[in-house]
């Protein structure tokens, strides 16, 4: 869908501030009756938070706008696979709908190490699409991880 | 050990915090070297956030407290077994050590229905501890849900 690849590129976007500020570039949006409703890159160095991966600011902003947890209209975008406990807050938020870029192989939840996402013995299923955006999310990544290599301090995703 | 008692007591009394503001009972302590550095109790429902468990609240106190995200050398003690979330962002804080109260069958996370926190595929594991406190805990729980069905609107864990 059209639509998917619009709120993938601001993802994208806001993948590209996490680099701004040293983080790892991850960007997500939380999208509700085609309007964006929370948005949000990953800020664990730059906020000291171990909670503060892209999905968990934007799911955060969203629940703000939306005054209340519950966010079960909502498609989400994310340049990268989510983590343990990103997935976790999807299903916590029962979060409709989501929208993956890149894989994460070593630790992402909705396919890779576990799909927690399509559980049905949980209280709630993520309907996914793959592979929207892929290309640049991983691109980035690698870019990231190249110009620190090259002459910064090392890091990890979360 | 004793330690372990006393803490749990401190997360049972954020617990019944929680229950004071019309949110299921669960509380949460983030201990270093014998000293309180964060802790919450579940605020899902007065702000109407859905990242706001108990061990989300206190791990970005403790985060905020230590002034970084990694908190390696943390115990932490949360009276009901955490959810996906929630340990999974014990993995993202890299958290040494979990003390659990009460298992929680249908949506834990460390041992019940997976047990992220001892997947030596992930990036971490984190050391752990069942069965701490576990009766005042199910009491809390069992007390709250009663009364809601007795008077109140329904709820459900998150």
Redesign the interface.
Known sequence: MEEDDEFMARALSAARRASSHDDVPVGCVVVVDGCVVGEGENR??V???????AE?VA??AA??AR?????DDATVYVTLEP???????L????VRRLVIGAMDP??G?AGS??N?LS?P???HEVSLRYDVGAAPSVALLQDFFAARRGGGQAS?S?
Do not use: I, Q, S
């Open positions: 664990r160095e906020d000291g938070d171990p909670t503060a991966h968990m799911l955060r629940a703000g005054r209340g947890w519950r966010l983590c343990v406990m990103c997935a976790g807050a299903l916590a938020a029962r070593k630790a939840a190490r576990y927690v559980d013995r949980l209280l990890t979360g």
